[in-house]
Each structure stands twice: as structure tokens, then as C-alpha cells.
């Protein structure tokens, strides 16, 4: 194509190739207390990032509609979820661990006929492209499956008497009651099953409020969450967050609040439960992920980890490199090379082969992008690569912004999104200072080939971020390692071990070591009188 051109986006409906269509799906139903209810209230209309030509323009695709539940219907699934927890007396907590796992067995089976269908919806719904929404099904897929086998382990190392100072106990992890899951629409199925699902395997019973965008991908699994787990388990919540979230909060029933998102609404959530003490919050909240990029650096690999850092999913991740810090000696090339990587990405829709930037979820983002855009170009910035911020509709192409400086907003706010600010820089000490100075404390990136360099700058930061990366992006993965953050990017800890961990807390049963009381527990083991006092272990 010409140099000054760029292609098309948007275009018919007809032109959608038929096995990525979806039929408009028009969600009547809500899950609570293991029933399946029917909804004849208002709702709330779902409209695709994906736009399609139509006689009045170009305009967002409808893809269908949710229940617009209000505070009453919030509150009965509260009801529920406390009555099915029971102090602790319920059927699920009170369930064995081996029957827990089978009930998990069970929902994995039935999550697994819907594969292609929620594929289907996270691309139309989020704009995920078909390989990383085919990824998040799959990688999900997989985290259930590790947190069944890390249980597994957890179990093994439990299911012992410990004896010190004349005292024998048994320790092992328990539920700790009602968690409200709260998730963000960019990894709308594993961000949120990364907390649900270890949440549920200890044993509590779950409020799931579901995302904004990437809440009909879901609809499809309300069946397989309805037959797998006794009924007031799981419950599901739809509507305005401040309608129906508030009161659930202010209740003070709530043990735990699962939430992915801002601090300020995370901060805010807690301030409303009246025994703040009493709720436990596992939270992972704002990042600006920084990228430092020394002259010692390999410029290729920086660049190609920058450009996936910075640019996967367009950038709306909370693990995205969202600002690059280069040395100057080398930032000419290494901006050089950048540009000419971020404009050869191809645009274009989900499913298209070979599509790297898709339209945008977030109805406001275009504007907000662009007044970021606009606010670094008055302060001397510039837009280095070809057709950066070029904005169709939802559509919005990567700009490399150059150079950023701590006036502009790109240097302190979260774009998420696509746009990858550039600061130079000339001493080391630099960035340490933005990360010292910096709110959040997630992740940083550092490139360099230099040992004494690289050991200066990691011991300088593992007390600034939860995690280091030497030559590579920031990310998540794998979900076996450690996944938390300082200052105000989360609370708590999450990996597959950790989670279950986060989860539950230990209990204990103790007594002194005296010849009835080891006969008592022999007979209570030997009689499988008891779900806790066991020496039973799950292969």
C-alpha cells in the first residue's frame, strides 16, 4: 500500500467470514442458589469494539444483552452465598477435599464443551485476537487443573501430626467464608478465574460480579457452574457496580473482596465494610511497568521485548512495559528500530491472520489516548512511527511518543493502552528515582549485556518491585511464580500455590500428648470419623 495511506478497518457485516460470526445472544438468566433465574428486567445492551459499515456510518455491532440487576436481587445473592457458607457448616466447606476436587473435575469437563463459543465471544467482545483468546481459554484450562494438583500437594503436607513441647496438633488450611470476585475486562476468563477458582477449592462460597466488557463470554459456563457445585456456591451479579456493590460491601458479610482494577475503587470498596479488620483483601491493582534499556543493552532484544512488553492485547495489561527508559548514547537507534517495528504491526480484527493491533473495548479510550497524545506533542514530544495514533472509530494504531519528559501525562499515568512513551535518559540513578518516587511497584524490565550493571540495577529495584525481569517483558506467567506488587499494585499474593494460600487460613487442632489423648485421635483417624483429623492423603 502507499506509504501515506492506511488500510481500512472497519468494513460490511457481510464481509465477516461465517465461522467467526456469533448470533446475537440475548442473557435472560442469572445464577443463585444453584438456580438458574429468569430475569424480565431492564438490561443493559452489549455492543462489540468491532464496528461494521452500515448506512448510517460506521457503528460498534451489537452482540446482545445482560440483566440489569439491582440492589435487591445483589442482596439475595449475598443471602445465598452466606447461607450456603454457614459458618462453616455448609455442604461446600464442609465437603471433603477429595469431593471438592471431583466437583472441580466435573466443571472443568463442562467449561471445556464451550470452548469455541467463549473463543468466539472474547474475540468479539474484547477484540482479543483468535490466538489469545484461544491462549486465555486454554491457559485457564491449565491453572484449574494446576491448582488441583497444587491442592493435591497441599494436602499430602497436612495430612500429619505435628509434636513440639509435649503438645501434638494437626494443621491444615480452611475456608475463610463469602469472597465477592470482582475482575477486569482485559483477561475477562483468567484474570478472574485466577482468584475465583482457588477462592472456591478452599472450601468459600463466591459472589461473582462480572466484568463490564467480557460478561456475555461467561454466559456460557453459568450451566456448568449451575451442575458442578452445590447450590448458593457460586452466585453471579450483574448491573451498575455502585448500585449493587455498595450495599453488598456495607453489609459486612462479605470475608473477602477478590478485586483486579484501580486502587481507588479497591480503596474505596474496603472503606465501606463496616469491620474492616475482619475482611481479608487480595487485590492487584494500577501498574506502570518500566523498561530500562542501558547502552550495554542488546538493541534487537530490547526492542523485540519492548514491542511484545508494551504492545500485546494493545497494551491493556496490567504486566504491559507502559514506559521505556533508553540511554541516550543508544536512544537514536533503539527508537530507529522501534518505530520501524511498531509500524510494521499489522491492524486489522480478531480473527484476521497475522493481526497484532485490534479495535479497542473501552468505549472513551480513543479520546483519552489521543488527549495524552496531544498533551506530550505540546510539551516537545513527537509521534516517531508511521500512522502512530491513527484512530478509526475503536481503532486505534500504536504511537511511539519521543521524548517524554516528567511534564507530560505519559509519564505518570497508565495508558493502558497502545502507546509506548520514551524517555532518555543519562544516568543510571534515573529511573531507580521514577520507581522510588512511582505510586505503583509491580514489575520492571532491564536490558543489559553488562554483569556489574545488571547487578547494580536488580539490587537497586527488588526492593522498589515484586518482580525483575533481565532481558525480557514484563509478565505474569508462568502462574507457578509469585504474581503480587508494591506500594499501591496489590495486596496480597497470587500463583497457583500462593493463591490457595491467600485463600484460607490455617486452623488447628492441638492437644497434650498423653496416652488417652493419642489413643482418642488413633480411633477418630482410624474410623474416618472426621474430615480434619485425618491422615488421609489424595493421590
Request: hydrophobic share 40%; aromatic share 8%; glycine share 6%.
Amino acid at each position: 500500500m502507499p506509504a501515506n495511506t492506511f488500510p481500512e478497518i472497519f468494513g460490511e457485516e457481510a464481509a465477516i467470514p461465517e465461522a467467526y460470526r456469533v448470533a446475537e445472544i440475548h442473557q435472560r438468566e442469572y445464577l443463585i442458589n444453584g438456580e438458574i433465574v429468569s430475569w424480565d428486567g431492564p438490561v443493559t445492551n452489549i455492543y462489540s469494539p468491532v464496528c461494521v459499515a452500515t448506512d448510517g456510518g460506521i457503528q460498534r455491532k451489537l452482540l446482545g444483552s445482560v440483566p440489569n440487576t439491582t440492589q435487591k436481587e445483589a442482596m439475595e445473592a449475598l443471602d445465598a452465598a452466606v447461607a450456603a457458607y454457614d459458618n462453616g457448616h455448609g455442604k461446600w466447606p464442609s465437603m471433603s477435599l477429595e469431593e471438592r476436587i471431583a466437583c472441580m473435575q466435573k466443571f472443568v469437563y463442562l467449561m471445556i464443551q464451550q470452548r469455541d463459543i467463549v473463543i468466539k465471544l472474547l474475540m468479539w467482545e474484547i477484540g482479543k485476537t483468535l490466538p489469545d483468546a484461544t491462549k486465555e481459554f486454554d491457559r485457564t484450562v491449565d491453572y484449574i487443573n494446576d491448582t488441583i494438583d497444587a491442592l493435591k500437594d497441599l494436602d499430602r503436607e497436612s495430612s500429619r501430626f505435628q509434636q513440639a513441647e509435649g503438645t501434638i496438633a494437626q494443621i491444615r488450611r480452611n475456608p475463610l467464608g463469602v469472597v465477592l470476585s470482582m475482575g477486569p475486562f482485559n483477561y475477562p476468563l483468567n484474570e478472574i478465574f485466577t482468584t475465583l477458582i482457588p477462592a472456591l477449592i478452599m472450601g468459600n462460597t463466591i459472589l461473582f460480579k462480572l466484568p463490564k466488557h467480557g460478561v456475555l463470554a461467561h454466559y456460557p459456563l453459568l450451566e456448568a457452574f449451575k451442575e458442578s457445585f452445590p447450590k448458593g456456591t457460586v452466585n453471579t451479579l450483574y448491573g451498575r457496580g455502585a448500585e449493587i456493590i455498595s450495599p453488598i460491601m456495607e453489609s459486612g458479610k462479605v470475608n473477602v473482596l477478590a478485586f483486579i482494577g484501580s486502587s481507588k475503587v479497591a480503596n474505596g470498596l474496603k472503606k465501606l465494610h463496616p469491620k474492616i479488620n475482619r475482611l481479608r483483601a487480595i487485590l492487584s491493582l494500577d501498574a506502570k511497568n518500566a523498561a530500562i534499556v542501558t547502552k550495554h543493552a542488546n538493541i534487537d532484544v530490547a526492542v523485540n521485548e519492548c514491542l511484545l512488553g508494551a504492545l500485546s492485547f494493545n497494551g491493556q495489561r496490567c504486566t504491559a512495559l507502559k514506559l521505556i527508559f533508553v540511554q541516550k548514547d543508544i536512544a537514536e537507534a533503539f527508537t530507529t528500530k522501534l518505530s520501524a517495528a511498531v509500524a510494521a504491526l499489522k491492524p486489522g480484527l480478531p480473527w484476521q491472520e497475522g493481526v497484532k493491533i485490534t479495535p479497542l473495548p473501552e468505549e472513551n479510550k480513543p479520546a483519552y489516548l489521543k488527549a495524552c497524545i496531544d498533551d506530550a506533542l505540546s510539551k516537545g514530544a513527537a509521534i516517531l512511527n508511521e500512522h502512530g495514533g491513527h484512530n478509526e472509530a475503536t481503532f486505534v494504531f500504536p504511537a511511539v511518543v519521543y521524548p517524554v519528559n516528567e511534564q507530560m501525562r505519559l509519564y505518570h499515568e497508565e495508558q493502558f493502552g497502545p502507546i509506548v512513551p520514551v524517555v532518555p535518559f543519562e544516568s543510571i540513578q534515573e529511573p531507580i528515582d521514577y520507581q522510588i518516587n512511582a505510586s505503583h511497584g509491580m514489575q520492571v524490565s532491564i536490558f543489559s549485556e553488562n554483569p556489574a550493571e545488571v547487578a547494580q540495577l536488580v539490587d537497586s529495584f527488588v526492593n522498589l518491585v515484586s518482580r525483575v525481569n533481565i532481558n525480557c517483558q514484563a509478565q505474569r506467567g508462568p502462574d507457578v511464580f509469585p504474581f503480587t506488587g508494591r506500594k499501591d499494585s496489590a495486596e496480597g499474593t497470587l500463583s497457583v500455590f500462593d493463591a490457595l494460600r491467600s485463600f484460607s487460613i490455617r486452623s488447628l487442632v492441638a492437644t497434650k500428648v498423653t496416652d488417652s489423648n493419642k489413643k482418642l485421635l488413633n480411633d477418630i483417624v482410624k474410623n474416618h470419623q472426621s474430615n480434619f483429623l485425618s491422615t488421609d492423603y489424595i493421590f
